[in-house]
């Protein structure tokens, strides 16, 4: 039997993009969560809510990960990876905000390029250690055909391709 102390991290997302009518499904969190653990070895559960607000609602997900005893990992590296899916998720997703809790704080990421005018097109995602942000020296993402940002959620460097 194997036993680590428990630890548990989630991202908090909405469907709804923007403030428009396009509600994405929760096959495509899936979707961007599967090409996500494959690169990264991780896995994580992706469960339906719905989010009940002030004059509204939508559906979102619930983006769950855990200390896992048979792989185990730092409370710090769980919570890196789950704000770098929480990245991914805030620009395919067309949010304006995710949220990412862990047992000792919330953590809102906010969206500053996203407006009700999204970009059609999606973007293949291509997350690697060698995507170095030249002012924080974290890693980023690079988002293939559109240039790369920061992972550091204080940093918010983006470098455009071309």
């Known amino acids: 039997m194997k036993k680590l102390n428990s630890y548990n991290v989630q991202i908090w997302v909405g469907l709804k993009e923007g403030y428009g009518d396009i509600i994405h ?3 495509e969190v899936k979707l ?25 609602n939508e559906p979102g997900a ?35 905000r995710v949220t990412v809790t862990t047992p000792e704080e919330s953590i809102m990421l906010e969206n500053e390029n996203n407006n009700s005018d999204m970009v059609e097109e999606k973007v293949d995602l291509y997350i690697d250690n060698k995507y ?14 559109a240039g790369s940002f920061c992972l550091n959620v204080l940093c918010k460097f983006a470098l455009a391709n071309g």
């Open 25 to 27: 499904s929760l096959d």
């Open 62 to 96: 619930i983006i769950g990960f855990i200390s896992y005893p048979r792989f185990p990992k730092e409370h710090k590296e769980i919570d890196e990876r789950a704000l770098e899916l929480a990245s991914i998720l805030i620009k395919e997703l067309g949010q304006k």
């Open 132 to 145: 170095i942000c030249p002012r924080c020296k974290q890693k980023t993402l690079q988002v293939m055909n």
């Open 32 to 56: 961007l969560c599967q090409k996500y653990v494959d690169v990264k070895k991780q896995c994580v559960t992706v469960t339906a809510t719905e989010f009940i607000y002030t004059e509204g």
